[in-house]
């Protein structure tokens, strides 16, 4: 059959600049550059491309740079180029269009929408240089009342376990066979040297990982992968994941190609089988269910560590994560659609889900309502671009947030989102093991903690501008941000004031 | 003295140090020159072996008792005493290959010189022979596959 698939991008090569080393050839796992010794030049197979920019980022002259393809559309605003290929795609194939990272679509970002205050006259703004500025949190439940001895300056119940973050971020979950064990370890590093947490995912926790398991969260998740005794009892806390953000109410599907040796023990399923997670938990159809699977968790691990609830951020979002605080969770993390996934369904990873910033207020107010906020922690995840979301999103009502795209674009990723391809030529997305040997982790793991060193010198700075010394006086504190562009309905839910008021 | 190391399980085929070697040891120190215009042609110094799974770059170790230095026959191949740094003489050396076949890491190639063939080696980048620079290939590697590190032995 004629392929009616038109390439996404073409490589702009600069001949005066190119000197045929044969570099960008060997860096592209989609075969789409060719030194043609016979012609004495170097060719590109455009229709492969998907514009990971490896290539440009390797090229010791700078020569190559990947741009649209220049095919104009039909004219009609309705049907887009994009649109009619997917129909052109799906015609060829009779095949569910897969995508991955986060909703890549134009839906209103609210964090742009939000200004930080900062300090004038009235109230004197901090230096963070000068003056010591908390970024600790602890994330946990938090008993209602703190019985204090006071006299031996003690309390008298011991408080619930508590996981202690250093700075208010943690990696989201991503798991080994998603990404890389590479990838998995560059996390793990990080996560040490910064003191806080990574998140294996629903993958299991690789053995190499284990010396890293303080750090670690550990999913149990509807495929229940990788979950036995051992794996429960090694980590900081344990997380329930019921839903995510790029893909709320499906599964997972990782398919057998990608189930090697190493991923299979590290599941503990077959070599080459397909990793299917089921949509829903089967043992979870109620908020009681729930309940009894949060207890089982603590049963297992003794109540000496926190369990989190993971779910996708939906319509009545709200209702739902007061349903879970109930049900006994200590951590609840609300996923936005923006974040990002290995592998999902084009049309539900662009069409299912809420903005992470409009479920987090709502979360936050609804179980302010309740007087049940300040017995829960409240993670927020789901595309947190800088240091300014982080600062937003705990002015929201966030304890925390949870972060991966970023640190992911930290290791080398340039969001081309074909990571359901398993060929990433950045050795993130892949489990081939030439591409895997691509990510030294040490130099991965120094660029993450880079990068989280830079946002908390920012966050600190922004904290002190508003004459804030601490992210706990920051946290639910709405009166931080004012809203520009947002209509009465939005300004509403996200609980903050238009700019100028 | 400090070595380049090259690590395999690190090295992913891209060759990036070859590039950066040949322009290192041209005369323009320019890519699109060293490559396309430059005659003689420079020539790389370090090589990379093997293939996309498996490859490791080879360089100069620079013995602290070289066999090369031990073997050569026209005096072309010389340690620096003071610095460690084994180079070879392109104005000496007659081309007999003796230090090619004498070098346990194949790190020595005969290629095409100003009148005969000849003896290329790793010089550390050296601007003056025998004096340590700041390697290139250890710079233009993406993945730390190359390290350059104080080692024992003189």
């Given at each position: 059959m004629l392929d009616y698939v038109l390439p996404r991008y073409r490589v702009l090569r600069d001949g005066d600049l190119c000197i045929q080393c044969g570099v960008c050839e060997r860096s592209c796992s989609n075969e789409v550059h060719h030194v043609d010794e016979e012609l004495g030049r170097v060719t590109a197979n455009n229709g492969a491309c998907v514009n990971c920019q490896r290539c440009v980022v390797m090229c010791p002259t700078q020569a190559l740079a990947i741009t649209r393809w220049p095919q104009v559309d039909s004219g009609s605003a309705n049907w887009t180029l994009e649109t009619m290929q997917?129909?052109?795609?799906?015609?060829?194939?009779?095949?569910?269009?897969?995508?991955?990272?986060?909703?890549?679509?134009?839906?209103?970002?609210?964090?742009?929408?939000?200004?930080?205050?900062?300090?004038?006259?009235?109230?004197?703004?901090?230096?963070?240089?000068?003056?010591p500025m908390e970024t600790r949190v602890f994330l946990g439940s938090r008993p209602e009342i703190l019985k204090v001895n006071e006299r031996d300056e003690k309390l008298s119940a011991p408080l619930p376990p508590q996981l202690r973050l250093d700075v208010p971020l943690m990696f989201s979950a991503m798991s080994f066979g998603s990404i890389s064990l590479n990838a998995q370890k560059a996390l793990a590093m990080a996560a040490r040297e910064l003191g806080t947490f990574f998140n294996t995912g629903e993958g299991g926790l690789h053995r190499d990982l284990e010396q890293y398991a303080d750090c670690a969260i550990v999913q149990v998740a509807s495929g229940r992968f990788g979950v036995d005794p051992h794996y429960l009892g090694v980590t900081g806390a344990i997380e329930i994941k019921i839903g995510q953000g790029a893909k709320p109410g499906i599964g997972g599907h990782l398919p057998g190609e990608k189930i090697s040796a190493e991923v299979s023990r590290t599941r503990m399923i077959p070599q080459g089988t397909d990793a299917i997670s089921p949509a829903p938990h089967h043992d979870i159809y109620s908020i009681e269910d729930l309940r009894q699977l949060v207890f089982s968790l603590k049963e297992a691990t003794g109540y000496a560590k926190p369990v989190a609830v993971k779910v996708a951020a939906v319509h009545n979002v709200a209702a739902i994560a007061s349903g879970m605080a109930r049900?006994?969770?200590?951590?609840?993390?609300?996923?936005?659609?923006?974040?990002?996934?290995?592998?999902?369904?084009?049309?539900?990873?662009?069409?299912?889900?809420?903005?992470?910033?409009?479920?987090?207020?709502?979360?936050?107010?609804?179980?302010?309502?309740e007087s049940i906020r300040s017995t829960v922690s409240l993670v927020a995840a789901g595309s947190i671009r800088s240091s300014a979301d982080i600062v937003r999103a705990i002015a929201l009502g966030a304890d925390a947030v949870y972060c991966a795209s970023a640190p992911l674009i930290a290791l080398g990723c340039h969001q081309c989102q074909d990571c359901s391809s398993g060929k990433c030529n950045w050795g993130i997305a892949t489990q081939r093991p030439d591409l895997v040997r691509r990510l030294n982790p040490e130099i991965a793991a120094e660029r993450v903690v880079n990068l989280v060193h830079g946002w908390t010198h920012e966050i600190k700075e922004m904290m002190g501008g508003m004459g804030i010394n601490a992210v706990d006086s920051l946290r639910g504190n709405r009166l931080m941000l004012r809203g520009v562009g947002l209509n009465e309905k939005e300004l509403e839910i996200l609980g903050v004031k238009y700019a100028g008021e | 003295m400090k070595r380049i190391y090259a690590l395999e399980d690190w090295c992913i085929d891209c060759k990036r140090c070859e590039v950066a070697c040949k322009v290192f040891h041209s005369k323009s120190k320019d890519p699109v020159k060293a490559f396309l215009f430059e005659q003689p042609r420079p020539r790389n110094r370090v090589r990379v072996e093997g293939n996309r799974t498996l490859s490791i770059a080879i360089n100069c170790r620079h013995c602290p008792a070289p066999k090369c230095v031990e073997g050569c026959i026209s005096g072309a191949m010389t340690r620096n005493p003071e610095t460690g740094v084994v180079t070879s003489n392109p104005e000496k050396c007659v081309g007999c290959r003796t230090c090619v076949s004498l070098c346990p890491f194949g790190a020595v190639t005969i290629e095409e010189g100003p009148r005969h063939p000849i003896a290329f080696k790793c010089d550390l980048c050296g601007e003056v022979p025998g004096v340590p620079g700041s390697p290139s290939c250890v710079a233009a590697c993406p993945n730390r596959a190359l390290i350059y590190v104080e080692s024992e032995g003189n």
């Open positions: 997917d129909i052109a795609k799906q015609a060829q194939t009779g095949a569910v269009l897969l995508g991955s990272m986060g909703n890549p679509k134009p839906f209103p970002v609210y964090w742009d929408h939000l200004l930080l205050n900062a300090s004038q006259v009235t109230n004197p703004s901090i230096d963070p240089l000068r003056e049900a006994g969770a200590d951590i609840i993390v609300v996923d936005g659609f923006r974040g990002g996934t290995g592998a999902a369904p084009r049309r539900i990873r662009d069409n299912v889900g809420i903005p992470i910033e409009l479920a987090l207020a709502a979360v936050d107010q609804r179980l302010r309502d | -």
